[in-house]
């Protein structure tokens, strides 16, 4: 049984940081595309940023660029988001996804965790 498992949420002022963590379970990550998408109250899911197999190459959301950066451990079955110089809109549920295909669309992954709560307080 696959499992993705996010950690690493929490509330924190404007222009602070936090990283997020992925631990991927039942299935070795290296085999897949990751990223990680948000949704805000409201909201339509978006894509925040991705990252190939082999960390050969990465991909982030306009609104992200220059604060916050994806990484991946296979050794370790671990996928990160470091998110820095945090914004109010930042805040959202932030969920991690891995899957076949190098996307920014979520159709595009199979399997997806259960979510990590991100505040961002002004």
């Known amino acids: 049984q696959v499992q993705l498992v996010e950690s690493g949420g929490g509330l924190v002022q404007a222009g602070g940081s936090l990283r997020l963590s992925c631990a991927v379970s039942?299935?070795?990550?290296?085999?897949?595309?990751t990223a990680w998408f948000r949704q805000a109250p409201g909201k339509e899911r978006e894509f925040v940023a991705a990252i190939g197999r082999n960390s050969d190459f990465t991909r982030y959301a306009d609104s992200v660029k220059g604060r916050f950066t994806v990484s991946r451990d296979n050794a370790n079955n671990t996928v990160y988001l470091q998110m820095n110089t945090l914004k109010p809109e930042d805040t959202a549920l932030y969920y991690c996804?891995?899957?076949?295909?190098?996307?920014?669309?979520?159709?595009?992954?199979?399997?997806w965790g259960q979510g990590t709560q991100v505040t961002v307080a002004s």
């Open positions: 996804a891995a899957g076949p295909y190098y996307a920014t669309q979520a159709r595009s992954f199979n399997y």
């Open positions: 039942g299935r070795t990550l290296s085999g897949d595309h």
